[in-house]
């Protein structure tokens, strides 16, 4: 008998997060995102922390929508910008979000504290946050370490993917595989991590 795959929710409109998530959960799982409900608003990511914006966008969209619902917060730390761009990761060269002038903006603000390239270790964090009927079961948490280089490589992936050299590769998460990628990457380990609860919650355990 075949069972049918476990629904979530993804409260995102990203659709590269939301192909990526479902790559990571394979075909056990079938993952929808918010592009086609109007109906729910943007919701302003306004935490202090990666959590704090999971659990915010979590609740927010399970009071709206039936059955499991899952957030997540992400973003790069580098120890040479005090932990910058941090939680502002998706927004760090303002308003709209613009992948480019992100890492543009990143690559600039190296160059003026570290212009040697010597301080150049950074991680990427996840925390995912899951939830149901307006009240979250559990957050798990994700990251990935490595390094940050001079000039984007690769056209895979997104966000600051084509910067970031993970610890033990000498490419960067934009040139390496998807497969590859999603073994190491920071929403893959929390993804890991949330699906035993997906499932039992599927289950109604």
């Given at each position: ?29 079938s993952v929808t995102d918010l592009s086609e409900r109007s109906d729910i608003p ?94 979250v079961l559990k957050t798990f948490e994700g990251e990935a370490s490595g390094r ?34 999603n073994q190491l990457s920071h929403r893959s380990r929390a993804l890991a991590a ?12």
């Open positions: 008998m075949t069972m049918r795959p476990v629904h979530v929710a993804l409260a995102t409109r990203n659709a590269h997060k939301t192909r990526e998530v479902q790559q990571i959960l394979g075909p056990e799982f943007e919701i302003a990511e306004t935490g202090e922390t990666f959590a704090a914006n999971a659990i915010l966008k979590a609740l927010a969209v399970s009071q709206r929508f039936p059955g499991l619902v899952m957030a997540d917060d992400s973003g790069l730390e580098v120890d040479a910008l005090g932990g910058a761009p941090g939680v502002r990761s998706a927004r760090y060269a303002g308003e709209p979000a613009d992948d480019r002038k992100n890492v543009e903006k990143l690559l600039a603000a190296l160059q003026q504290m570290d212009p040697q390239g010597t301080q150049r270790t950074a991680r990427f964090r996840c925390v995912i946050a899951v939830a149901a009927s307006g009240t940050i280089i001079d000039s984007p490589r690769g056209s895979g992936g997104f966000g600051y993917d084509p910067v970031f050299v993970p610890t033990g590769y000498d490419l960067t998460f934009g040139e390496l595989s998807r497969e590859v990628k949330a699906k035993p609860i997906l499932q039992a919650a599927a289950a109604g355990e």
